[in-house]
């Protein structure tokens, strides 16, 4: 018999879970849930005044399972307050699993799209999409409708068992969601969906398919304008790797080009890799009261050791910092907020790191620098020579393998770097190059005294 899930289930047992959870590497001033795994953010969405941010979320174990909405909300994007959990998989449309989707308000009500993942009794897949809907923010119905759009509206060359994430947008008063869809050719591709209402959904266009060289499945679509240009994020599974880019099995890039809504399709005109780190996933991005462009993402990446998991501590998975995304010199920017910074507190060079922290380091020449013990160090800095940031997690005492073929436990960016900004926190270790030109994001866990320290 499958499980029963509910949203009244999962709060309960976050109230009083049985799994005692140990915060030793819990971030600081990075988003994590209460307990449990978390994966993806979903919904992240600007909503009377506040930032709503929810995510995929299996509150019973550290691991990825059946998955809920964890739902939080921030009036700074610095200081979250955890709400109820807004979604479970609790109905015959998403008895597996609410996936990832996003979130629009209309008419002063919060509305979110996700997908519904269904495995069958012969084992095939059906994803499909579903709405549901808040007047207080707070507690969510899901709409009688449901589903909303199943594979049955996608054009024969695309593969229905994959069709997931959808991101709202609205456009000329009528409402959008880019879709992730896998195509027969087994490359990636984003199908486009529309609706008046955001009940009644129909089919659009293939707003972009990818060539054989840019993976397999593009999950997790965002679509926005910014400085007068069009841009599509999304995160390719299997893009295959490129000297210091796409080195992850499961990479996340920002496209740049142009929409042409006539025919509904994207005209691509360049791809970048968003985060040289080791671990970036799936972000989604919200425009906020000022007009802001802002991007979160998941702090991690599939198919690597999980070590709070391995630890038994209860929980797993967190956020990157938020990044103010502009575009200069036709690429796109991810500048980490003032209002972040404020609240770190800061550190120098040979200092004992003993809390989240901020170091900026201004550079001339090759810098390396390293933090943690004799036994157990992670080393970062610049190499000029190569013209490289990098972050090598070689010499850490708890190794977070993957399942890539080649090496992964040095990744760089190739870059002309004067100005390095490093966020550290129980966790993990963020750097934005040049005040956000190129970033790097990755997750270490140091078991002793974390020693800041420059190499000469
Ligand atoms: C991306 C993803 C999504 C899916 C979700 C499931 O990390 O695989 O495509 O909706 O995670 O948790």
Not at 171 to 199: C, E, F, M, P, Q
Not at 438 to 454: A, D, I, N
Request: glycine content about 8%; charged content about 25%; aromatic content about 12%.
């Amino acid at each position: 018999m499958t499980e029963h899930f509910t949203v009244e289930r999962a709060n309960a047992y976050i109230a009083a879970p049985t799994e005692a959870l140990d915060t030793t590497f819990k971030p600081e001033k990075h988003f994590s849930a209460p307990i449990g795994w978390i994966n993806d953010p979903n919904g992240f969405v600007y909503f009377r005044g506040e930032y709503h941010l929810f995510y995929q979320f299996y509150p019973y174990d550290s691991v990825w399972g059946p998955m809920h909405w964890g739902h939080a909300k921030s009036k700074d994007l610095v200081n979250w307050e955890h709400l109820p959990v807004a979604l479970a998989p609790d109905q015959e449309y998403d008895k597996d699993g609410c996936f990832s989707g996003s979130a629009i308000v209309k008419d002063d009500t919060l509305w979110l799209m996700y997908t519904g993942h269904n495995v069958d009794p012969d084992g095939s897949v059906r994803q499909i999409q579903n709405m549901a809907y808040s007047t207080d923010g707070v507690t969510f119905t899901k709409i009688k409708e449901n589903p909303v759009a199943t594979g049955d509206i996608l054009p024969e060359e695309l593969v229905a068992a994959d069709f997931r994430d959808p991101k709202l947008f609205e456009k000329d008063g009528r409402y959008y969601a880019v879709v992730a869809a896998k195509h027969k050719d087994n490359v990636g591709t984003i199908v486009l969906l529309g609706s008046d209402d955001l009940v009644d959904w129909s089919f659009e266009s293939i707003f972009l398919k990818g060539e054989a060289d840019q993976g397999f499945m593009w999950e997790c679509p965002d679509y926005f304008s910014l400085g007068g240009q069009d841009v599509l994020v999304f995160s390719p599974m299997g893009y295959p790797k490129a000297g210091n880019d796409f080195a992850n099995l499961n990479s996340s890039v920002a496209v740049l080009g142009t929409v042409d809504w006539e025919t509904k399709t994207f005209k691509l005109e360049s791809v970048q890799e968003i985060d040289h780190g080791h671990d970036f996933y799936a972000p989604q991005s919200l425009e906020d009261g000022q007009g802001r462009r802002i991007m979160i993402g998941w702090e991690h990446t599939w198919g690597r050791t999980v070590i709070p998991h391995e630890l038994r501590h209860g929980w797993a998975g967190s956020m990157t910092l938020p990044r103010q995304l502009t575009i200069v010199n036709g690429r796109v920017k991810q500048t980490v907020l003032s209002e972040s910074i404020a609240e770190l507190p800061k550190v120098a060079l040979g200092d004992v790191v003993e809390s989240a922290a901020y170091l900026e380091l201004s550079l001339e020449a090759s810098r390396h620098f390293r933090i943690g013990s004799a036994e157990d160090f992670v080393t970062f800095g610049y190499d000029a020579d190569r013209e490289e940031v990098y972050i090598d997690r070689s010499k850490l005492a708890y190794q977070l393998v993957g399942e890539e073929k080649w090496e992964t436990t040095r990744r760089a960016v190739t870059v002309k770097a004067t100005r390095l900004q490093v966020v550290i926190d129980k966790n993990s270790l963020e750097i934005f190059v040049n005040g956000g030109q190129e970033s790097l994001t990755s997750v270490v866990y140091l078991t002793q005294e974390r020693y800041l320290e420059e190499l000469k």
